[in-house]
């Protein structure tokens, strides 16, 4: 009879705790790690020849939006065969539990708004057999998955199923509604919810923005009824608040602040959003880290969500919010109702000279550092209008005698809406900034957004550019740094005992591959049509590795899915809790 399931042979072995890298042979049994050394002559079902290739744990993305995706696509492409092994979803608030019937519809809008999943592709996919968190969660655990599954209790959704969109917008909860909620949090976190996730931007410079237009419920949220929420965690001492309270220069991180104190030695982690690179505020970088430092220095049980990869959005008019939906001209084009009532809007001149005195006034930190750097990338069939392709908005601009915003509103006049722009890198291409911030070790990996704003662009290869930027060409970390910055760290900052790095034990959750193979197309997304009645998104070309496993089980074989789906639904509290349960038995 065999020893193990499977013995992963002849590979050199990054286990992800930071350690050097070693030669060994990985024998695993029942889904987990069960021996690492030499294992030539034991027995398996299987034995994988990995001789010149890497082992390293899966990749943790502790930032996504697979929620609906997760009903079509059991692997989450493209994070799945870009060796993502572990997602996190419902941040920022939003997600599709706590429901009811008949605040389905709304809550689809929302979500199409604020994450750019499409309302068409949620109802095809959607059952919609739940309504309360523990429901939705069963729901979750019986899905083929072939990635684990965490998931945040999204506050906006708790908000609306006590008080109703409209009370949750425009007033405080009463007494009775706030026991409601604490009672709602702590049903949702024995079923297994990883803790809180909530977007507090205020209504300015916010580009998260309801199917009306206005500010989500938690983006008005009185700050002390916020701390009020998340005061259940801590008094359960466990969990995780996910908090997006400052982005560059808009929101207010004085309330990440005050949650902190308020949660400051109960065992509960606070993921403060967040930070990125920038080559237009060079000195970004070291001021965030310098308040983090400070955060951690009191006592406080805070690390940092950042976004650090070379990720660009590709968008026509009417995708602007993701990359400047916090500009208010940007957010009435976001309320049109059809094409036809956007052409009208943008061809006003009065609205084109507001939102140009707008951009102006509020300068490059919109539109994905600018609408100037913005490269033409389609303009329809009209032959007149190819002198145009692939042309900064800038350069055009120059040559007509316009200004920017002008020049990007006739074009899209002029091409019917099939206007489509690339914008330059988001961040900056610097990758000492990069290594720098994502390398910190109060910093999580969050630039990939998996599973929303589909028309705009696929990130879940994020893990693999970092791979290819900041090991094999900038050489600014060694494999064995990345692979715990990828994994182990941002396991541990969400709780997880027993994911992240390959030591017995811990699930077996794996990547077998060639650091030299790996590779990512940087000039433009590639767009497929795998939605929901064949509908198209973009994501990256990206991938190279030989093999993934989740627990186990091979997933991917050369970027390819195997049909394989052993993710799970990870229940981080009930979990520990059973564990240790058994341990003192």
């Known amino acids: 009879m065999a020893r193990f399931d499977t013995i992963i042979s002849g590979g050199r072995v990054v286990d992800g705790t930071g350690s050097p890298a070693f030669y060994a042979d990985i024998g695993i049994a029942g889904g987990r790690v069960t021996a690492i050394g030499e294992l030539s002559t034991d027995q398996a079902a299987q034995r994988i020849d990995a001789s010149g290739k890497i082992v390293a744990p ?58 750019q999943i499409p309302v068409a592709h949620q109802r095809a996919a959607l059952p919609w057999d739940w309504e309360t968190f523990p429901d939705y969660l069963a729901r979750v655990e019986a899905l083929r998955k072939g990635v684990n599954v965490l998931t945040y209790l999204p506050l906006n959704m708790l908000l609306i199923w006590v008080m109703g969109v409209d009370a949750a917008k425009s007033r405080r909860p009463t007494p009775a509604e706030m026991a409601e909620m604490h009672r709602l949090i702590n049903e949702a976190m024995d079923a297994g919810a990883l803790g809180i996730s909530m977007s507090c931007m205020g209504a300015e410079g916010n580009s998260h923005l309801d199917c009306d237009g206005t500010p989500m419920p938690t983006d008005v949220l009185d700050h002390d009824v916020v701390v009020e929420v998340c005061s259940a965690l801590a008094r359960r001492g466990e969990g995780v608040i996910q908090l997006l309270s400052h982005l560059i220069i808009y929101g207010d991180r ?19 959003n967040a930070f990125m690179t920038s080559d237009i505020m060079p000195g ?24 650090a990869n070379r990720g660009w959005v590709e968008a026509g008019i009417r995708q602007l919010d993701v990359g400047c939906g916090m500009l208010a001209s940007v957010r009435r084009i976001m309320a049109c109702q059809s094409d036809g009532e956007v052409l009208a809007l943008i061809g006003e001149p009065e609205f084109c000279a507001a939102f140009a005195a707008e951009y102006a006034a509020k300068g490059q930190t919109n539109g994905a550092n600018g609408l100037e750097g913005q490269i033409v990338i389609g303009v329809g069939d009209d032959p007149a209008l190819t002198q145009f392709m692939d042309r900064t908005l800038a350069d055009i601009a120059a040559e007509t005698g316009q200004g920017v915003v002008e020049t990007m509103l006739n074009l899209a006049v002029s091409t019917g809406l099939a206007l489509q722009l690339r914008s330059p890198i988001i961040g900056s291409l610097d990758p000492k900034q990069a290594a720098r911030l994502f390398g910190h070790y109060a910093t999580v990996l969050g630039g990939s957004d998996g599973g929303a704003h589909t028309k705009s662009f696929g990130l879940g290869h994020v893990p693999t550019d970092m791979l290819i930027w900041l090991v094999r060409e900038a050489k600014l970390m ?108």
């Open 284 to 307: 970004k970088v070291e001021e965030d880290l310098a308040w983090l430092e400070q955060m951690r220095a009191r006592g406080y049980d805070v690390v940092g969500n950042v976004l």
């Open 254 to 272: 004085s309330l990440t602040e005050r949650v902190l104190e308020m949660a400051k030695g109960t065992g509960v982690t606070v993921i403060h």
């Open 478 to 585: 060694t494999l064995e740094e990345i692979h715990f910055h990828l994994a182990l760290k941002v396991a541990r900052a969400l709780q997880i005992k027993d994911r992240g790095a390959l030591l017995p034990g811990f699930w077996a959750d794996l990547l077998i591959y060639d650091l030299e193979s790996l590779h990512f197309d940087m000039q433009r997304y590639e767009i497929v049509h795998d939605m929901p009645g064949g509908d198209w998104r973009r994501k990256g070309r990206a991938g190279g590795y030989d093999v993934i496993m989740v627990n186990g089980e091979i997933t991917h074989r050369a970027d390819t899915p195997t049909g394989a789906t052993p993710g799970k639904l990870v229940r981080v509290c009930p979990d520990r809790n059973t564990s240790l349960a058994i341990a003192a038995e």
């Open 58 to 115: 899966g990749h943790v993305n502790q930032h996504s939006h697979y929620d609906v995706a997760l009903f079509w696509d059991p692997w989450c492409s493209n994070a799945g065969e870009n060796g993502v092994t572990t997602v996190v979803n419902a941040n920022c608030g939003f997600g599709i539990a706590p429901i009811r019937a008949t605040d389905r519809e709304r809550a689809m809008m929302m979500l199409e708004t604020t994450e």
